[in-house]
Every structure is written in C-alpha cells, then in structure tokens.
C-alpha cells in the first residue's frame, strides 16, 4: 500500500531518500544455503551506480552495500537479509531556492500534494536513488535464478529516435556491458552516445527504451489473470522511475496483426524427444517432444503463462525532467511565477543506468513466479550444504513423515 | 497469488469457467450506504455482453446478475457483495477433438502445462468469459467513485492499422457507445466496422486497442514507487485478456522526447483561486490557486502520483486467436501435427467489448486508491442515510470519542 | 481487511448474511486433479447445520451446497471453486422490535456503529450462519490434508464447570461424532447435555470450549514470529465466533510451570531409524532416527514452528448471547431503556455445532502451511489423473527444463 | 508468508539475529508531520533492553536507534522510517558445543528442520532479540495513537502461582514502571521478585502472563470475522516469543458463565449527553448520550467489533527454555545422548521484558485498525505543520477539487 514492497513469497520491502543517511533493504523469502557475499551484490550496484561516465550524474557515491543479516559462513539462513547502503555525497543546498516552486513534470509537486510536507532533499524519496535497493535484492533473486537455469539480460534498445535493431539475447550479453550506453548493438551503441551528447550540451536531457529478455523459464509459470506473469511484469516495470510504457511480445505493434499472422502453429520440440530416454521421472517418455510454438511473438506468454519460450519485453523511459534549462514555475508560497534551472547532478538520460534496473525488476519477478509454482523449495537450496549443515532438508523423507 | 483476487482495500474475488455453471464475484470493502440495484450492474453487464452485434460472438447468454448479499432496502450494508451470473449457452462438444492439441497462440497449453489437466470447456478459465465478473464489481466501483465527482470513460482508439484521431473526453462521452465498435470518433467508427467484417469473412481476427481516461481523480493519491498508480494501473490493464501493452501519458512516443519538450511548465490554477473564497476549510485562502502543469503529457500522473489532471491512457488488445482459418498444431497424445480450424462462436476483434472490461479496471484501481487516501470513508458514504439508519456514522464526533 | 478472507496461498474469500438469498464461498489455491465432489462437503456442512437436535437451534436450513466452478469430470482444475448455499428457513420479523434498541453483548451495535447502519435481519453478517462458508472450504483442505498424511479433529471438552477428561486422539475419533454435545468422553457427553437442557430450560444459554489435534504434521512447518503456526492458528480460532481465549498446549497453565519442568528432553525417534533403510533420499540415513521430544506439553510447535509431534490446543466459545431470558437495554432513536427477550431461533450452546467449524480454521491453517513449506505442489495433486489427463505434470522433467 | 512483516497499512518489516550485526525494521504507513527522534523511540527499548536488573540477561546492550529515512526537521516525511540498532555484546562461543544438540523445548530443532542449516550464534532469529525491532516500532505506532487520543499499558499479573488483584489502568501507569517486575500491584511486585531469585538460584526459570489495557479508542473499529480485532490481536499476541496464550475479556473463564451472567445490558452513556451541546457535527445530538454497556465483561469487543469500552486482553508466556539445571538432549551427528546445560545469558523470566514487547504488538494492531477505520489521515497527521510546510493537506478542499 505503501509503495516500498515487492513481491508476494521473495519479498522486498526498502527504504531511503536521495538524501537522507542511508539507503536499506530487506529480502526475505530467500531460502537457506545460497552462497551470498557482499560482492555478489556489489557488482550489480557498481552497474548502477552514478559517476561512471561522462553520460551519468557526478555525484560521488561508492554505494557501498553491507548485509546486517541472513547470513552465515557465506551461506543464506533462510531469515530476512537486511542491506544497508549509505548515502555519502548529498548536497542539499542547491535544492533549496525551490522550497516552494515545483520543478516542471517532476514528482515535486505531487509527493508534497500527498504529504503536505516537502522532503526538499534531492527529491527525498521520489528520487530514483531509491533503485540501488531493488539492485542490491534484484542481485539476489539473479543468484537463486541461476542456479535454478534462469539467465536474464537487459539492454537499452532506444535512445530519442536512435533504435538499435534486433538483437540476440547472446548479443545483449556479449556487448551490453562494453559500452556506457548499455546498448547491445556496439555501432548503435556510438551513435545514441553521441546523441547524448548533443542533448547534454543543450541542457537538455532524452527518453530512451530498455529490452529485457530471461531464458529457461519453466513452462507453466503464472496464474490466471490479476497474477498473470504479464500481469505482475507489468506492475513491476512501470514501478521503474520515469517508465510511460510496458510491452512483452510484440507489444504496442500487435494491434496492427491480424491473429493468422500473430499466431504461432505448435511443432514438436525435437531436441526435447532426444533426451527423452534419459527421463527420470517415470511418467512414459513423449514420442516426439512437447509441444512448442514456432517462433515467439507472444514474449514468452500465453494466457498469462508461460510457455518456455524466452520472455521478452520492453520499458519505455521518459527524459530526465531536472534539466538546466531554463522553464516556468510557480512559488506556492508567494503566488509568483519564477523561471528555474535545475543545477545539480542529474543523468542526461535514465537507460543506461536504467538497466540494471529493469533486470532486477524481472528478476523479482521472476523468483517470486519460480517459488508460486514449486519451482524453488521456499526453505532451503537444494544442493547448497552450508558449514553446520543438519541434514535436515525439509523435503527429505524423514522429515516429510512424522 | 492464484489470479482471481484484485485491490487492496475494495477487493474483488472471482471464479467461473467458460463452460461452467456460473460465473461468480465477490466485492468486499464497498463502504455502507451506496444506493445500489442489479439495475446498475445490468447495464454495464449489457454493454459486454455477446451477440450484440455482427462483430461479437453470437454465443446467447443473458449475462444476468444476481446480487447474494450485502444489500438492504437498495443500499448496501457495509459487508461483501456476493454476485452470481449463471452460465446458459455453452456448447463444448464443438472444441472435444482438440483436448490434446492446442489451439495456436490460444492459453490452451500453457493451462494444461500449469495445472496437468485440459480444461477443455471453452477454454475454462482462460477464457476472457471471466470479465464478466469484473464488469459487475467495476459497475459498483463507477458508482461510488461519481459519488466522489470522478468520471471515468473508455473508447476503442485503433483497429488493425485504423487509428481514431484525438478525441475529447466529451467525444468519447457522446459517441463511443453509439456504434458498434465503441469509436469515440463516428467515422472512424464506420472504417473500423468495414475493416472488421473483411477480416472476419476471410475467416481471421484483428488487434486493436482502447484508450482511457478518468476526471476528477483528486491530486496526491499513490504512493510512490511499487504502489504508484502508474504501476497499479499496470498490472490492472496487463490483466485484461489479450493485453500486450500498456501505456499512459506519452506512452511509448515519450522514448523520442526530450525533457524540455515533454516538461511541463507549472502555472496557477485561476478557477480555483476564485473560488477560494468560499472555502470553508479554515486555511488562508491561496491568492492565485494551486500549481497545475501546462498540459496533459504526463497523463495525469507523476512520481507515480496524481497531479490532478485527467489520468490518460492506453491499451494494445492483440487480435483473437480463435480463428476458422486452417492452422497447424500438434496432438500431444498421438504425437502427430494436425491442421485445426477453430469453428467455434468467438469475437472478430476484442477492444469493442473491451471497452467496459478497460474501464472496470480503471474503475477497481481508482476505488482503491480513493480509500487508501483517505478520500472515501472506508466504512460508510457520507450522505446515503438508509431506511434503518441510526446515526452511527464512523467519523462523527459522538463516535470517535468515547 | 474486509474479514471476509482467509488463507495466504490457499485463499477463502466468503459473503452472505443470516436472512440474505444466499451464502458463498469461493475457494482458491487449491491444486488440479483433486478429487472431490458436492457430497465430500456436504458431509461437514450436516454436521454444522441446524436442528440436529433439541440443543440446536430449531431453523430448518437444509445448507445444501452447489459448486459452480473448478471441478470437470470429478476432479478439481486448479482454478477457484465458487460454492453457494442458499438461505431458506430467514424470518426476520421476529427481531423488528429490535431494530433500533441493541441485544445485550451481541454484534447488533458494534456493526452498527461502525457501518452506521442497522443489518437488522438475523444479525445480518454478524450471524455465526457465515460460519457455513467455512465448513464448505474446510471439507476441501481436510481432503488436501488427508491426502498428505495429515488427519484432524476437535471435540468439545467442556461446557460450563462440566470438564471432560484428556481422551487420546483415537477416542476424539471414535467417540466425538456419536453423541449431540460432540464430546469424545460419552460418560462427560450425557452430563453435558443435561446441563445444557437445564440452562435451555432457564431461558438461558451457557458457555464451552472446543479442543482440536491434528496428527501427520510434517516438522519445519511455520515462519519465525509473525507468521509462526501459533500465531495464524491464533487469529483463525480467534475468529471463530463468540471465541474469548485460544490455548496451545499447556497453553494458560504454563504460567505455573518452571522451565525444568516444561522443557521436554530430547531422545531418538526409533521407529524412524528402523525405516530408514527404505529411505530413498539418498541422505545417508540416520542411525537413530531424528531427535523427537520426549512430551507433548509443546502443544506440537516450538519457536512458532513444528516439531512433527500433535498439534493441540483449545478454544473457549462464551454462551450465546441472544437469550429468551429479559434483559434491559435502550432504543437510540427514542433514547428509552426497554426490556428486552431474544425470541428467536437460537442454540443454547455453540461448541456442538462449533466443532466441525474449530475443524475447519485448522484444516485451512495447515494446508496454508503445508503449500507455503513446499509440502504440496501448489497446481496439481501429485497421483491423481484426471480424465483429461495432459502428462504435463508441472514438476515432471519435461516441464521444468525448456 | 517469512515472518518478518506485521500490519497492513501501517507496516512493519523487521530483520536480525541474536548474534548477528545489527537489528533492522523498516515502519511504512506513518503519516507525515508526526514529530519524532530517536528519543521518543529510546526510551520504549531502555524498557525492554538487556542488562536492567538481576533478572534480566546480563548481555551488555545499549540498543540505541539510528532512524536512517523518513524523517525531515524533526517531523515524519510520510516515507518509510528505516531504523538499525547495532548488537554489540554477542558471545557465541558458548553455543558451539551443541551445534548438532538441540536445546530442550527450544526453537533451535525446529529451525534447523525448516531451513536445513543451524543457525547456532545465539539462537539466531529464533532468539527474542528480534522483539527490539518491534518495540522501536511499537514507539511509532504509540505515539501516533497518543496524539489521536489511544492510550496503552500493560503490566505482569502473574508469576508462577503469584497472581496480582485486578489493578486499574490508573494504578497500571502509576506503579509497572517502578518495579523490576514491571507489576502494577507493587506488593506483589516485591513476591514475584524473590519467587523469581528462588528460580534463578535453583538454575531453573519460571513462566507468567502480562495484562495489557487500551483505552480511548473508538467504537466501530474492525471488521468482521477473519479481520476482527480479537483475531488480529490474536495474531499479534501469539507471535510474541514464548506465547502459549492469548484471552480476552472474561478469556478462559467465559467458558464457565451462562449468557445472562455474562451479558451486560445497555444504558445511556450520560457523560456524552451532556457534551453534545458542543457538538460541532451537524448531527442532531442525541438526548440521552449514546448506549454503553454496563461493564466490561467484553474486553471492549462485541462481534469482534470495538465497543469503545477498553480493550482488555492477557497473554501467558511460558518459561525461558535456555536454563543452567542439566537437561538431556541427543546429538544428531553423533547419534549419542548428551547432557546440556545452557550456561550462556538468559533471562529468568519472560514478562517483565515482555511488557515493552506486549504493548507495542497492542500499539501496531491498533494504529493499523484505526488507519483501516479512517480515523487517522494515511497520508498526513492533521496538526503537525513542519518546517517546510507546503499546506497541501490531502483533505483540504483545495486538493480535492481538481
């Protein structure tokens, strides 16, 4: 209700403004005997973090994270991971002529409609700071992926009216990360950085668009409707600051399809009928494979469940609204209209850094989908004996029977 | 967790299938005192309904409400309402030789492959049969929200490559339910009409899309981040059936903005200030009235909460994938493809019926934000004294203290 | 919020009041392939339902239930199961008099003050005829349950100063259902119901208590603290009406006991180390079986979690508060006192008819926990194949593996 | 679902072990413009801390609060309060010995069962340290309530087989605080104390029970059945560390009371017919004051419903499990029985450190009802303009009207 939880059994719960003492986490819900270190979660803040680049806001911050609990001998308990990380380099100060004036489009105006109270601070907590909480869990719901045969990737796809064409998901994680526009096509990569530039220079700052893609999803996944995993992606990435659209599939473009272009015929999955023999499961290996559908237009999704198919959808992210440049507003307080400059430290544009981000949304999502259905045991890693292990796994048959 | 639930404080729970007995809903958290009848449902249950037109399926149900509880002498009392709408002409033994082969791109596997069963009826529960329910609840949402000066509408903005030009929410008002297509734009209308029967004679379906908008929605309600209202809206509209993106405000275009074309610039709101003087809150009267931007851009929402302006947007519906023309699946028993022509009674295109489905939701989500900021009175509406009424009204002073 | 919902992964959501059309109740979370039909519930339902005897309540409701949905061919689908029950024997008139002048202790003021309206018929929702909803869902998880090794039951083990004496399980079983009072110690039964003939007599009512075991629950069950397993089975016995006290336990008394004397040595569970040759985990298997507690004065958890050993504990329910007997209260509306006698249809004592419904809030408890512990495969029953039967078993290799 | 979250909308989310670095809780849902510092919230856990006296734990623990977010110029910003409270004094060298031998009675089995890994350092989150989180939250919620007219005590009414007379919640304020045992009956203070040295010298601990009173709170509160206040306050009560029972009103003993005892009639509440001359709410006022119940045999709740009489309730708590008398337990590893004895710093007795925990686990259950009730403005606490007040109050006209 509040708007600083996520998640139904991989629960993030966050606090922390732009400039306050300290940014925090907690994520509980992970199960026990994952194999977690501050590092892990490190290089994914490190992705995030301001001060890269020329295109990232300079404001110093190391972003720091420190885990308080759920942790030992570098093993998950199964009990809440809280994560700390401090906000070093706030400057207020330059803020404060605009008490009372509202920047143009950004949440300013609306958070003190709501509080009655202006947290003047960097924007308080309609900063975008607030996303190295949902990196620090996201990093930890990409680990329990992993190890569960999940990879995921974003990258970002547009930048004004720069689009990169297509990608492979082995391009996104092959080049995304080698440039500072996270842009999995290098030469597209160079053109939006030079636009960025341009606007940057301008005092100006641009939109852009992230794709995102996950790989070894489970079929089977998602609940009818309200829970659908569109449903729940879709809440997830229009929680990302500055988002204006979500798309999975074909997206916004499916409206001009007819349904004999749209739909994909199902074939058999012809590598699966291979591995059939080696079957462990019992039930009478399928001649042929399972069904799958040729092609994936539908993102991954049917009905709200998964297919198996790679996800693959797209968040769109309006431009920075704190630009120098100079706009209109208006004092509150006075009743006069005054023009402003927004002087501080603000990026230029929001993909780049934005990345991260969207990864760790659909890794929450993710998680949370795999635990809903069974997928993870909600108590304990299956294969992770930690230094003072029990043995006492709780699926293990002398558990089980009492 | 398992699809059938919506809101937080106005919480909707549903059931039914397609070829079941009936469809069923639950609506908890409807304040006390709100003049309510099956009339007022019916008549959005009306505008669903199949076999209206040509361009629907001509499955004949009624869809006739009966309203279980929560009603006393036409108010209603404060506790859940239980709504039932019987199931009356399902004819399943058209869909019986493809229980185990799939229709393309339909839920049909992704059920089968989540629950181990074939729900074969229909399509069960993954058929869009189940937003009936949510029309019922969002009929009583609509209600109390005019109650508290919110008006809420929906229209069908593209068909295939047919796009409507803007329209007014006063057009919308007037002419979206005056054609067939529920086009708030007349010719427009006719256009789509012509393309849709195309389609339809050639045995194949079409996408579409449906654009919303909500007035008088308060400024100052969401919370930020994962309960914004942009992010609630989301998964609302991610809900729908057929939904494959979701945008408001710029949407997707704002990807080719920059900041100082989409910012808005802050300016006073002079209706108000004029009518400051008659406000009878005790705060000094502000001499120019309140900031509102200059424009719409934003759709009404920033930070993820309400600026206070109409809350604007969009959904892409993708087309039916229950289409006459042949396809190809496989059967998953016998391990053979097969060519399937899907003959039963389903719709050309889905935005025209959608239209009340999208403006349910909008409805379900704008209810609950109302109650979570406090604008409505969770327990009782202010001014609907029932036959029975004894002055026990939640906030009147005899009753806080005691 | 509402408190019409209950369950975390296995959700009950119920409607209806005493003289309402109807009571619903919709059931979700509930795994495919269960098989289950209208007489698996009915069962419960007639031994909750009035006029079983002289020491209930003379309303002749036959509470016979209709399922609209989740079930095809005998077996659950996976998705919600909506139940209705029809309200047939409601005559409100008896209670007119009333309608602005409260009974003493009962619900009549407080829904009325909080709801500022007066749900005069049958007390409206807040009879204890909602309590039919719950059966229904409980006989649901009870078969769950059963299926999984847990088996249940409640008896009642007191009724004023009349104590039963501890009986075993095996006498709950075998005795509990033989006699009208519902108690497992037939000598105690027969005082009982004389006692309660007496008070009857009187024009009075008297009060009781309910004790429930269950057996089978699987150790490691329950989240630290706030979602312990006695805490949720606090607040579902809680809820149960006109309930004063819940007990695990040594429950009240261990405010008496030292720790020495309550603390329960630990020894090996031998039987478990003779079985452990079958194990087929392979875990080594443990050469003395798995530590167990010597006693049960644990009530079955320790830390808020499961030991493996019984679940115990116990309920108090007051005396029905609506009484033939005069008492004094006043009208609000023409502010007289005036004497009041609750002529209506009304049971003498509710622990009879509150055992099946004790039953049910700890059937729905620990099927929650069961699913939330990863004991029950949250979509599909593991061996029970459906007509329809589709092999795509959602942890079967082939799923999980794409 | 984890434990670690408590409330609906006023949300606490906790995080922490024994020996672990820091405790951590995390409170969203404040309104803005409380005023508050670490000071308010210091002085509930110097109540509950440690080290207070002979018969507390020795562990050295200063537990002092660092509020890192939520907070501006000394008022509540509306945003999550993130608090940390570091551990200082942990020694969990004494545990080692019995890594693999569970303590008797003690959670140390039960977790290891659930999460397959020993969570050895001090009883990990089984160890009631996690209850600091709650208190420093309780001092929020409290506050909040004290500034809406809730005020709260509790006090230990029993030791063993002491029992204190029933005290006024007057004599509750004046005394609990100015004894060890925190009893609000000082001459039983003083034999529960030497009862409790006679305990702890025999190397044994011993159990009791804390009674806890609210008063001012508003008729009306709560909703019916499964969100009752007796449910919720069940919930809340039974998650306390070593819990066994939670009563309220007349609790056990109602078992043994016939209706007409029990019952208590309806009169005028003639303080409040006098007052209504100043009532300032438009409503007619009413002649003779509301209905009262003579007596508070109901605890102040009807139907599960606030009456507005106090809410009077007790929990029994068992003894300390950890003891330095010589138990038996069997090592897991070794498949040997052994002799334990727990010599580490433990605390006697559980009440007198419980009432800080009790009255805050009261405090968050209620400021939530009153929340959920719409007594209190979610968003904005009404008299509390801070530094940078912005009067954009959530209810005031000028935000509603748009």
Redesign the interface.
Known sequence: ??????G??F?V?????SH?????V?V??CP??LELEEADIQRDLDRRKPGQSMITTSRGEPDEV?????L?DG?T??????M?IQNKDARSGKYEPF????R??????????????????GG???SAR?TVNWVAAGAVAKKILNEN?VELKAHVN????IEAPEVSFEEMLEHSEDNEVRCGHPETAEEMRDRIDE?QQEG??????IEFEAR?????????????V??????????V?A??????????E???????????????DES?AQG?SE???G??P??????I?VGN???G?????????PIRGEV????????P?T????D?ET?E?KEIQVVGRHDPVLPPRGVPVVESMLALTLVDFML????I????MDDQP?E???????????????
């Open positions: 209700m509040n708007g600083n939880r996520f139904r059994l629960q719960t966050t606090y922390g403004e306050g003492d300290a940014m925090g907690v509980s819900g026990a005997g420190r885990i308080h609990s759920g030992q093993y308990t199964g009990t809440p991971l809280g700390v008490v009372t004036a509202p143009p489009s950004h949440g300013d105006f609306t958070y003190s409609a709501k509080f009655g109270t202006r947290n003047w601070g308080g907590r309609s607030e045969g547009q930048i004004g009216d606007y100006d700052s641009i939109g852009g668009a070894g999803v489970p079929r089977g996944l998602g609940a009818p409707r309200f829970d659908s569109s449903a729940r992606l879709g809440q997830a990435m229009m929680s600051p988002a204006t659209a979500f798309e999975f599939g074909l997206g916004r499916a409206r001009r399809y007819t349904g004999s272009e749209r739909n994909e015929d199902w074939t058999f699966e059939a079957d462990a499961s039930d009478e399928r001649a042929r494979g399972d069904p559908p237009d539908h993102g999704i049917q009905g709200g469940i998964t297919t198996g198919q769109t992210l309006h431009a920075p609204t704190s630009i440049k706009q209109t507003t208006v509150w009743g209209e809903l259905g069974g997928r045991n909600p108590d304990r930690g003072y292990e029990t043995d006492y796994h709780p699926r293990s048959p002398e558990n089980v029977d009492s």
